[in-house]
């Protein structure tokens, strides 16, 4: 069974950075995408970023180019999420994501099976 366990979430003020970790267990992850989602209060889930596991490929949200960067490690089994130049606006529940899709990048959160439990983000002005 697939396990994600986000860190590195906090309170930081408006400019400042944080990285999110998503340690990953359960599984070799070859044809695997993970990314991250992020919901704040009273409203849907959005899309910020993914990944493929093999090839290093990766898409990030318009609202976050420039912004943040999405990596990961193949030794530890696990994804980041560098987020430089925050915003109040970024503030939410970041959730570390992943499924099985041979290399193809996925945007919509109804296409990931795996789900981690969240970390908080707050961005203060």
């Known amino acids: 069974q697939v396990q994600l366990v986000e860190s590195g979430g906090g309170l930081v003020q408006a400019g400042g950075s944080l990285r999110l970790s998503c340690a990953a267990s359960?599984?070799?992850?070859?044809?695997?995408?993970m990314g991250w989602f992020r919901q704040a209060p009273g409203k849907e889930r959005e899309f910020v970023g993914c990944i493929t596991w093999s090839g290093g490929n990766t898409d990030l949200a318009d609202s976050v180019k420039g912004r943040f960067t999405i990596s990961r490690d193949k030794a530890k089994n696990t994804v980041y999420l560098q987020m430089n130049s925050l915003k109040p606006e970024d503030t939410a529940v970041y959730y570390c994501?992943?499924?099985?899709?041979?290399?193809?990048?996925?945007?919509?959160?109804?296409?990931?099976?795996?789900w981690g439990q969240g970390t908080q983000v707050t961005v203060s002005s």
């Open positions: 994501v992943a499924r099985e899709t041979w290399g193809i990048l996925l945007v919509n959160s109804y296409d990931y099976k795996y």
């Open positions: 359960g599984r070799t992850f070859s044809g695997y995408a």
